[in-house]
């Protein structure tokens, strides 16, 4: 079993900046692969960015690349989601998610968290 607990949403103008952070206990943080979604009103849960067990490597979808970096601490059990120059388009929630293996398909996440609110007002 793994526990994920989102933090760090909230309302931002476009432009500016937020930094989620996802805190994970019970198995052992280093064997996941770790993935950040996205959901807005009306849409599908679609994929963000993804990071390997080992940190080693990193993958984002198209329109986030540039703009936001994930990154993991393994010391702290914890995966960063850093997000610049937020567009109102990044409005949704978002959700940490634990995987055997790294992937950009929800289906492949077997632990998420409850998910935190992002807001970019234009």
């Known amino acids: 079993q793994v526990q994920l607990v989102e933090s760090g949403g909230g309302l931002v103008q476009a432009g500016g900046s937020l930094r989620l952070s996802c805190a994970a206990s019970?198995?052992?943080?280093?064997?996941?692969?770790m993935g950040w979604f996205r959901q807005a009103p009306g849409k599908e849960r679609e994929f963000v960015a993804a990071i390997t067990r080992s940190g080693g490597n990193t993958y984002y979808t198209d329109s986030v690349k540039g703009r936001f970096t994930i990154a993991r601490d393994k010391a702290k059990n914890t995966v960063y989601l850093q997000m610049n120059s937020l567009k109102p388009e990044d409005t949704a929630v978002y959700y940490c998610?634990?995987?055997?293996?790294?992937?950009?398909?929800?289906?492949?996440?077997?632990?998420w968290g409850q998910g935190t609110q992002v807001t970019v007002s234009d």
């Open positions: 019970g198995r052992t943080f280093s064997s996941t692969a």
């Open positions: 998610a634990a995987a055997g293996i790294v992937s950009y398909r929800t289906q492949d996440y077997n632990y």
